[in-house]
């Protein structure tokens, strides 16, 4: 009853905050950097680069991902600036739904649309079903500062491979260690 109460209180907020939803096509690869959309709300977030290797516990190992564990890929995202291109070598592969999101910070300002990625296991209270676009549910993710516990409703879901990638930052050299998460489609082979 209570988490009844909460689900119906979060979604009159977010009717009441006049949110829009949108299916946004997560097996699309951006063009190159300089066909980049514009980032928006990222530049005056503080963004977590780097994180340690600590996943949920429940997350399941892939068993014979594209990209194993210790090889190389390149990156074909640009969640960040200095990612597309760079050379990643791939940290962990592992199997799950990943959600494109809408959030809204618990630090305030604008909502960030289109985060990508948050994986399944890292939403509050998740059950074995994934959710659908429209969702309304609360983050248990940091990969942004304001993230954590943030209300946050589902754009898009995936059920795919998603990496733990460490790469050399295309624009400054610098080493980003263990970025959270890639999904398959946004690697290439490395040669």
């Known amino acids: 009853m209570k988490a009844n109460k909460f689900s119906t209180s979060i979604i009159t907020l977010a009717m009441s905050l006049g949110l829009s939803v949108y299916t946004v096509n997560a097996e699309t690869v951006p063009g190159p950097p300089e066909s980049k959309p514009e980032r928006q709300n990222f530049e005056k977030m503080k963004l977590n680069h780097s994180t340690s290797k600590e ?33 990643a070598k791939i940290e962990g592969a592992y199997t799950t739904t990943v959600y494109s999101v809408t959030y809204y910070p618990t630090t305030g300002g604008e909502p960030v649309e289109g985060h990508k990625w948050v994986i399944h296991e890292e939403i509050e209270n998740a059950g074995e079903e994934p959710y659908k676009p429209g969702d309304v549910v609360v983050l248990d993710a940091d990969h942004h500062e304001g ?45």
């Open 147 to 191: 993230m954590d516990g943030a209300t946050a409703i589902i754009d898009s879901a995936v059920e795919t491979t998603v990496y733990m990638v460490s790469y050399n930052d295309t624009e400054t050299n610098k080493r980003v260690k263990n970025h959270k998460w890639v999904v398959e489609s946004e690697l290439a082979p490395y040669k």
């Open 55 to 87: 996943v949920p516990e429940d997350l399941k190992v892939a068993e014979n991902p594209t990209y194993p564990v210790n090889s190389k890929a390149v990156i074909l995202t640009d969640h960040m600036e200095g990612m597309y291109g760079a050379v």
